[in-house]
């Protein structure tokens, strides 16, 4: 699992995690039942500290895109478990919209954008 931590990055390190890990779910590259890497493993692996990775992994499990059992570890949940409705899937691409419309850019750079970054994570996916 191939993960990096931006010191730039205004979002916290465990967001960083945790949305490494939702893209790499989104692209297919961790699939359905796939084990994660261990708290301290991977808090090693990045040079963070565990606790860090543990609330991004309870992050991810509350929005039940991994499940975690002591003592097993943690595994990518079934896609088909998580279940959203059209308004709470809308906002997070409303606010995404919103900060590129607000910097100005052309709705045709815009739809550009969103069509490079959805073939981007849709390329090996089912």
């Given at each position: 699992?191939?993960?990096?931590?931006?010191?730039?990055?205004?979002?916290?390190?465990?967001?960083?995690?945790?949305?490494?890990?939702?893209?790499l779910?989104?692209?297919?590259?961790?699939?359905?039942?796939?084990?994660?890497?261990?708290?301290?493993?991977?808090?090693?692996?990045?040079?963070?500290?565990?606790?860090?990775?543990?609330?991004?992994?309870?992050?991810?499990?509350?929005?039940?895109?991994?499940?975690?059992k002591?003592?097993?570890?943690?595994?990518?949940?079934?896609?088909?478990?998580?279940?959203?409705?059209?308004?709470?899937?809308?906002?997070?691409?409303?606010?995404?919209?919103?900060?590129?419309?607000?910097?100005?850019?052309?709705?045709?750079?815009?739809?550009?954008?969103?069509?490079?970054?959805?073939?981007?994570?849709?390329?090996g996916?089912?």
């Amino acid at each position: 699992m191939f993960l990096t931590i931006d010191p730039a990055d205004r979002r916290p390190i465990y967001q960083q995690v945790a949305d490494g890990i939702k893209a790499l779910i989104a692209r297919g590259e961790l699939r359905q039942g796939a084990p994660l890497p261990p708290v301290r493993q991977l808090a090693a692996d990045l040079g963070v500290n565990l606790n860090t990775i543990a609330v991004a992994y309870r992050e991810l499990q509350s929005e039940g895109l991994i499940a975690v059992k002591h003592g097993s570890g943690a595994v990518v949940a079934s896609r088909t478990s998580i279940e959203h409705t059209d308004h709470e899937l809308r906002g997070p691409l409303r606010t995404a919209l919103t900060q590129l419309v607000l910097a100005g850019l052309p709705r045709g750079r815009i739809l550009s954008m969103v069509g490079d970054e959805l073939r981007a994570l849709t390329r090996g996916a089912k």
